[in-house]
């Protein structure tokens, strides 16, 4: 049977694809679409979808600023919103079985509660999914979005520790004692190389993690992400979270199919779901309005505000331990997985358009932003510059050495990580800060000389809305992009680029001419001529 669940995984996700929606919406359809069918989950599905999120977590911990979340827009930002989101919540449903509806008819204050605090979170693999789609993960909002999920998580840990009654054991005090074995764990990494030894270590590392929290009676999801926490800032820790994330993604698949064959949905738990689905504007619009009181960027706020709005499979973990309790019925349980499942469809629609939305009403928004200086401006675009190399990684920090050593013109790179900026300042680069999907950041264009701009972005998607926030401002000079296939190179082309780049196709060339221009000895004096 789970050959067949499989299939179907691919069918809808391949057809998903195939309309400009991400997989995951259609992993989500055929897990609905199977339940329909009488199809149930089996204890494999549900193995790969456990083993999914506890890789997803301790990539996120590798990846995780910890002083990130004893900032205030962060843990008193979630806070807040909970409260205010929790009680706007609650009401509408208490209104609901006022109405006498279905489901609702009946429910009691206490539940009310429960089901508020169940759709108070967002969901860690939705939005993570979306923030690494689209190469946003390391940005301002991405950071942020993270950083707010991690403490929802927290207090859900909390939440199912005090109701189940488990108290960890007297074992847990000792894991602090965790933070003495970095050395040996970065060893390992350090000593695995680059290959599938690499992977099989993170894997196990993922599990180890896991594990140990669940002996001491903790939440293993919990063990994963402090694992990943634990090795956050080595030097390799970049490349093994790069390394893992096919794996995870494959994992995933089960999970979001998990979502649809948990429940066997009527026509009175769609209504009620889709009632439900009316707070997510509002749950959005909460998050926009308490961030912008944190001295940032409306747009942050956004942003941040979009890759949060939907409901979280913590949630659906919420109501599990409340049916198990006698809390709530069944029936409630299936609902909030349809409504969790249409907050991701409804969630990735809008997220994906994000960025135009910003700019399509960026005037009006701005409104709502405090006049205080904000740690997220961008810097204004550098002038008198004649190349402009938008991402300073590996890439762009090769392209930027080169054009200023062999072509002698003034080049300028952006990036959005400020310690790679300090990083690049202290080698004598000039990098300033900006995200070229910000259409305030190209305000200035209009006063700059640039001969070329450069793309080396991660992410298809993010450069193809940079050329377009770029041409949109008014620019007429060349566009230059990295491609890392034939369908991705004709992407870029489309969007506007001139020159795109493709790694592997022209990486022989490139090799060749750096090592030819090195050995000019063993070259002839003149070309060769081949014999008629």
């Given amino acids: 049977m789970e050959s067949l669940i499989i299939l179907a995984a691919f069918a809808f996700g391949f057809g998903a694809r195939q309309i400009g929606q991400p997989p995951l919406v259609g992993y989500l359809i055929a897990g609905f679409a199977l339940g329909r069918l009488g199809f149930e989950s089996t204890d494999a599905i549900t193995t790969i979808a456990d083993t999914g999120i506890a890789l997803m977590l301790f990539i996120i911990g590798l990846k995780l600023d910890l002083k990130s979340l004893f900032k205030p827009e962060i843990y008193r930002s ?38 508020a605090f169940a759709l108070s979170f967002s ?18 909002h991405g950071q ?47 000593a695995s190389g680059h290959d599938e030894i690499l992977i ?3 894997i196990i590392l993922t599990f180890a993690g896991s594990l140990l929290f669940e002996l001491v009676g903790m939440k293993a999801d919990l063990g994963a992400l402090i694992f990943g926490m634990l090795l956050s800032g080595d030097k390799k820790s970049g490349e093994l979270a790069k390394s893992m994330i096919s794996f995870k993604d494959i994992f995933l698949i089960g999970f979001f199919l998990n979502i649809g064959l948990s429940a066997s949905p009527t026509l009175e ?25 944190y001295k940032m960027r409306v747009r942050t706020a956004l942003l941040a505000g979009l890759a949060l709005t939907q409901y979280s499979e913590f949630g659906l973990i919420v109501a599990t331990l409340s049916l198990q309790l006698g809390w709530l019925s069944e029936d409630w349980l299936a609902t909030l997985a349809i409504a969790v499942s249409l907050s991701f469809a409804l969630s990735t629609l809008v997220n994906n358009r994000s960025h135009t939305l910003y700019s399509r009403f960026k005037d009006r928004l701005k409104r709502f932003e405090r006049d205080l200086v904000t740690d997220d401006d961008p810097q204004c675009p550098a002038r008198s510059v004649d190349v402009l190399i938008v ?24 990036d959005t990580d400020k310690k790679k900026i300090e990083k690049h300042t202290a080698s004598g680069r000039k990098v300033i800060y900006g995200d070229a999907e910000d259409a305030d950041f190209w305000e200035g264009l209009k006063n700059t000389r640039y001969k070329l701009v450069m793309f080396t972005m991660p992410s298809l998607s993010e450069m193809i809305d940079a050329v377009n926030q770029l041409r949109a401002s008014g620019y007429q000079g060349k566009v230059a992009a ?8 004709e992407a870029m082309k489309r969007a506007g680029a001139n020159v795109v780049f493709n790694y592997y196709a022209q990486a022989g060339a490139g090799f060749a001419e750096h090592t030819l221009s090195n050995v000019m000895d063993i070259l002839p004096e003149k070309p060769a001529t081949q014999a008629g």
């Fill in 123 to 140: 969901s860690t693999v939705c939005a993570v999914a979306m923030l690494e789609e689209r190469g946003e993960f390391r940005v301002r």
């Fill in 482 to 489: 990295v491609a890392k296939y034939d369908d991705e190179r």
């Fill in 78 to 115: 979630t806070i807040q919103h909970g409260l205010v989101f929790g009680a706007v919540t609650f009401a509408f449903v208490l209104f609901l079985g006022v109405l006498g509806l279905p489901l609702v008819s009946d429910v009691t204050w206490e539940q009310a509660t429960l089901i």
């Fill in 269 to 293: 738990m769609l209504g009620i779901a889709l009632l439900l689905c009316l707070l997510l504007p509002l749950k959005g619009m909460a998050f926009v309005y308490i961030l912008s009181r």
């Fill in 144 to 190: 942020l979005a993270v950083g707010i999920l991690i403490v929802q998580d927290i207090i859900a840990v909390l939440f199912l520790t005090v109701s189940t009654g488990k108290i960890p054991s007297l074992w847990a005090l000792l894991l602090p004692l965790l933070f003495f074995a970095r050395p040996l764990f970065s060893y390992i990494l350090k």
């Fill in 200 to 202: 099989l270590s993170g």
């Fill in 391 to 414: 991402g300073m990684g590996r890439v762009g920090s090769g392209a930027y050495d080169t054009i200023v050593s062999q072509y002698n013109l003034k080049v300028c790179g952006v």
